[in-house]
């Protein structure tokens, strides 16, 4: 089962690509990056409130929302930054050094939630293994840029 939600997740990670792709391209007509990801939310938005209704959930207690720790909402401004940024970086210097960046950044930051089991996760010790795979992978980074 592990690794056909791996596969699927590889699959959503496709998909990103793709989202900045069109969200860049969006961007040409509209005035700024920034407006981009506006409708980028506003569409996902839309998509989630369907989604609700489909699914017959309920909106969220608002009450139950306002004692969360303030960072666990900080979310949905990560996601912002991380589309907005996207569609910035993508013209200047490509999809696949965007998304490589992206991705070595996030497996730095996963390996350190996990290794001290941040946010109440379970703890995942780094090993040799893993940080052989991150600079693996900021290597790729810059074989990707050069070539």
């Known amino acids: 089962m592990k690794a056909f939600y791996t596969l699927i997740d590889l699959l959503i990670g496709f998909l990103l ?3 900045g792709s069109i969200n860049t391209q969006l961007t040409t007509f ?3 990056p920034i407006q981009g990801a506006l409708v980028n939310f506003l569409v996902g938005f ?3 409130l369907a989604l609700n209704v489909i699914f017959k959930t309920q909106i969220p207690d608002w009450g139950h929302v306002k004692t969360a720790p303030w960072y666990l909402l900080a ?3 990560l996601g912002a930054i991380f589309v907005s940024s996207v569609i910035f970086f993508i013209p200047r210097i490509g999809v696949s050094t965007v998304l490589a ?3 070595a950044g996030q497996l730095i930051a996963a390996s350190i939630i996990d290794h001290y089991g ?3 996760l379970n703890v995942h010790q780094i090993s040799a293994g893993r940080i052989a795979g991150i600079l693996l992978l900021i290597s ?3 074989l990707i840029q050069k070539y």
Do not use: R, T, V
Request: charged share 5%.
């Open 46 to 48: 839309i998509c989630l």
């Open 17 to 19: 690509a793709i989202q």
């Open 140 to 142: 790729g980074i810059f």
């Open 118 to 120: 941040f946010f109440g």
């Open 30 to 32: 509209l005035k700024h």
């Open 101 to 103: 960046a992206s991705i």
């Open 75 to 77: 979310g949905g401004m």
